[in-house]
């Protein structure tokens, strides 16, 4: 193979010697890496990101190489670098040792002594790293510091979140209003403007008119319960970067554990049991994670049909040259206990990625994998697909399958995949969101031929779903109830390079703007028809993490979504959605207490306690060193209000985890039959929800069938005399639902 591929290179790029010298390097380095454990791999390929100022989220490492190139520096270049340095220092949580860089750098300007040793840019950025950094400090003296994260976090910020040391507050209100005399349309400051008075319990009455966001635009459009965040008397306030989160039962007890990642590649992994008793315990070192480091984002599956969740993890997103790390798969061992077997199971590779899904899509009962990698221009980083060999390896049968999606011509910046049965053939389809104003792609799984190979074709164009934007997190859901599986995805692009706040303001003052929104795709018998504006979901949802469940058990399947982007100037509201009967996305952001304005990621809906509706679990934190933030875990408040039915599904021909398995409830509800939908799925690509079906089934008054379409085996059963407000276990092919409580 190394031959071919340099006689290959050779006859292509004979005058280009770096061509050769870099493909040559490519191989040896992939050479050293397979030589290596997964433990050994981990840590060189942390060692390796961390030894280069390139990579702008090192920031730890940029200090000190900016500190030493301005000690020397000729004259006139010094404070360019002593600049960059306060940028670092910010970034990096050292935020008191930025203000004093600045200060010093921002009297110099007062003083004229900066004048051809800075552009007129850089100037003007001193003082708005100036107020940022003011800001910063304020969330670390009253949130961070002192624990009261959701309170002073929370927008509209209430009483109890009221900054105590209000310095930072204060400084930077003085330098926003600075900013705001010389701009007035300076939309991002006027909205740090508006949070900063909020900190302080001055909001609305001391923002300036002519600058002031009325607090109307923060009213939400139903009165729902207000949900609380447990996860500080819970101890699962993980205070990390942005990361990946599963909520699940991994050891078979009936009890939801949670596992969240950090996605810096020496980030760790935080693995919590559920005890039962209203706690949970951390037991990261003794399931053997402690050496499992960073990721982005994680998926679960039983990939070997053992009877016990096994979990994926995702690496390299974003860092585009930097980001060729190697995902890990972690094989569950049934005692609490975790391996990295991704070398033995044929799954090692260095792309940069984020976003993956499990399905069985041969229907041979065995899930396999997709992964959506991030291409761009001089990166043609494939997207992979491995099929599952049931003995715990896989196949990489990406170009067979026709999914080979990226090339040089046409590179694909892949943020979100999801995975349904589009057109109710019985093969579970593919959808893959995208960066950058390209068409999002819709597969059709055609099926196995009589070779036994799998085949798909793209049919976006065909089925209504052509149209180019620039999205991120995506799921499958049947909003409607129905049964067809709708498609949602979130839009991802902003009007301005820097930041996402000024198309936020312009939305909330009612004017125009350039980003992109929301897009809510309903199927009509295997056609898609974009009804986001009918909806009332055309709107921003600039969102990274996003998951959907059901906030009031009431049937229909509602919207979390975790905003935001790195830019510190980025602290944004989480935005929620509540299904109102399939007929409208209702607001209630500022009532359920879910505006938090650090950064979101992953997003987990599932019954953490066992009373019959869904908590959520959101992690949060930026991505660089020093934008760390507490997770939250919302407490759901709807337990005694609507019914619902918790079904856990054991398959037998079906993949174990039952993953793509459809469940139809048919209920009588105020004296009329209606059916609920759920597909088994662990629900958004970026964060996993339980994959137990845990389903709010309204004001029904009993249960009259419920129905299930096993996938894979393609069986179906039907079972009578379910209770409401239960919990069951359900096995492929035995005739008895199993009783739980």
Known sequence: ?????LKLTFRRSTSNKF????????????????????????????????DTPENHYASSLRIKYFDSLSRVAPENQKDQFILKKAHDLLYSGRTKEAIEVLKLLQQKSMDGLLRYKLSFKEEQQIERLLALAYMRLGEQQNCIHHNKASASCIIPIEPEGYHQVPEGSRAAIDLYKEFLENDSHDYNSRWLLNVAYMTLGEYPDSVPEKWLIPEEVFESEYPLKRFEDIAPQLGVNVNDLSGGGIVDDFNNDGLLDILVSSWFPSGKLNY???????????????????????????????????????????????MGELGKHPNSLLRNNGDNTFTDVTMEAGLLSFYPTQTAVWADFDNDGWVDLFIGNEAEKGLPNPSEFFRNNADGTFSNQTESAGLLISSDENPLYVKGVTTADYNNDGWMDLYISTLHNKKNLLFINRGVDTNGNISFEESGEKNGLGEKLSSFPTWSFDYNNDGWMDLFVAGYKRSGFYTIVPDIVREYLGEPHKAETMRLYQNNNGVFTDVSAEVGLDRIGYAMGANYGDLDNDGYLDIYLSTGEVSFESIIPNKVFRNSE????????????????????????????????QDIHVVMGGAYEGDNFFNSLYKNPYQDTNNWISLKLVGTEANRAAIGSRIEVEVMENGKPKSIYHTISSGGSFGCSTLRAEIGLGQASEILKLKIKWAGSGNYQEFEGIQLNSFYRITETNPEAEFIQ
């Open 19 to 50: 061509t050769i010298i870099l493909i040559l390097g490519l191989l040896v380095s992939s050479c050293e890496k397979q030589d290596k454990t997964m433990s050994e791999i981990l840590q060189s390929t942390t060692e390796e990101l961390f």
């Open 1 to 5: 193979m190394l031959q071919n591929i």
């Open 272 to 318: 919590f049991i559920n005890d039962g008793k209203g706690n949970f315990k951390e037991k990261t070192l003794d399931a053997g994670l402690d050496l499992v480091k960073g990721g982005l984002n994680m998926i679960q599956a039983d990939y070997n049909n053992d009877g016990f969740l096994d979990v994926f993890i995702l690496r390299g997103a974003w």
């Open 582 to 613: 399939g007929r409208q996305f209702q607001d209630v952001t500022t009532a359920g207490g879910f505006g938090h304005i650090q950064k979101g990621h992953a997003v987990s809906f599932s019954d953490i306690d066992n009373d019959g509706d």
